[in-house]
């Protein structure tokens, strides 16, 4: 599987929103509402907070949200704050039990 | 709380093989799943692979055939990874990560996202 494709960078100033875009295919993202996001501070573990596209995890606070339209699935960061600053994967379930990830964005927090 | 515990950061030599335990700590591991993933310097997070305990099966991409295991050990609550024919791509953090699913007549359906994860574990491939 070949992987999803996101913007390698994204900011935006605090208090306001940024919205990341994730990429696939027919095979992958727009075939299956099982998209999840993943935020990636580096030198600690990912955190998972979106999953099946909308859902956000107990304790993600609802400034996080997730949406997806055809092929492209969308993760969006509002009122935005210092700590939100990491990197972000968008993650599909692409058939027989697989999963694809995608390349990651960094989002700056200006 | 469950925690994941991983194994020390690893050099290896090219062509060797790096073997990388995860322990599942204060939960459940007999009803998860556990994944591999690994963060390549510069590169994005890259899914290497599943294995469900309970039953013993693995899941993971063509490109790993030949050259990855991952095992489970019930009595010891630990998940591990084996690379083969290592090379200095390779070099990476390996993380674990458990995923739930549902068991039903016979078959189980994952939930396909990962809401736990251990720290990672680095290893270092270069001569």
């Given at each position: ?8 960078s ?5 208090g306001?929103?940024?919205t ?13 509402n099982?998209?999840?996001w ?10 998972l ?16 949200s ?17 700590d ?19 390349g ?7 | ?13 090219p ?11 204060g ?16 590169q ?17 991409p ?5 050259r ?6 019930e ?52 001569s």
């Amino acid at each position: 599987q070949s992987a999803l494709t996101q913007p390698p960078s994204a900011s935006g100033s605090p208090g306001q929103s940024v919205t990341i875009s994730c990429a696939g295919s027919s095979s992958d993202v727009g075939n299956y509402n099982y998209v999840s996001w993943y935020q990636h501070h580096p030198g600690k573990a990912p955190k998972l907070i979106i999953y099946e596209v909308t859902k956000r995890p107990s304790g993600v606070p609802n400034r996080f949200s997730g949406s997806k339209s055809g092929n492209t699935a969308s993760l969006t960061v509002s009122g935005l704050q210092a700590d939100d600053e990491a990197d972000y994967y968008c993650c599909s379930y692409a058939g027989s039990d697989n999963l694809v990830f995608g390349g990651g964005t960094k989002l700056t927090v200006l | 709380q469950v925690q994941l515990v991983q194994s020390g950061a690893e050099v290896k030599q090219p062509g060797s093989s790096v073997k990388v335990s995860c322990r599942a700590s204060g939960g459940s591991f007999h009803n998860d799943a556990f994944n591999w993933v690994r963060h390549a310097p510069g590169q994005g997070l890259e899914w290497m692979g599943r294995i469900v305990p309970m039953f013993g099966t693995v899941t993971f991409p063509q490109r790993f055939q030949g050259r990855l295991t991952i095992t489970a050990d019930e009595f010891t609550s630990t998940t591990y990874m084996e690379l083969r024919s290592l090379r200095p791509e390779d070099t990476a953090v390996y993380y674990c990560a458990r995923e739930d699913y549902d068991f039903w007549s016979g078959d189980y359906t994952f939930y396909y996202y990962m809401d736990l994860w251990g720290k990672g574990t680095t290893v270092t491939v270069s001569s």
